[in-house]
Nanobody, 117 residues
């Protein structure tokens, strides 16, 4: 059963913008903290941003002031607005939720973001 489905990745030049979306099941969206992680080529997966069920947000230092996480409760959708993109932002971006409902984490399939100079 697919719980998280991402979209919105692509290729952009440095300085450009992209908006990622993640549609979640109703159960996950209403009960779980959610967030975005990314895995750059040849590197470990890292936290980008998280949002709690109360709406509290956190960001990695590398994206503060450039990325914004948000939720559309009417569509069970998590967003990541990415502005002023840098080549270092190139990575596969993953939507995640949890820990909740007996699992440490739910993960989406990932979406590729490529930023060229």
């Amino acid at each position: 059963q697919v719980q998280l489905v991402e979209s919105g990745g692509g290729s952009v030049q440095a300085g450009g913008s992209l908006k990622l979306s993640c549609v979640a099941s109703t159960a996950i969206f209403s009960r779980c903290n959610m967030g975005w992680y990314r895995q750059p080529p040849g590197k470990e997966r890292e936290l980008v941003s998280r949002i709690s069920t109360f709406g509290t947000t956190t960001y990695a230092d590398s994206v503060k002031g450039r990325f914004t996480i948000s939720q559309d409760h009417s569509k069970n959708t998590l967003h990541l607005q990415m502005n002023s993109l840098k080549t270092d932002d190139t990575a596969v971006y993953y939507c995640m939720a949890g820990p909740c409902m007996g699992r440490s984490a739910y993960w989406g399939q990932g979406t590729q973001v490529t930023v060229s100079s």
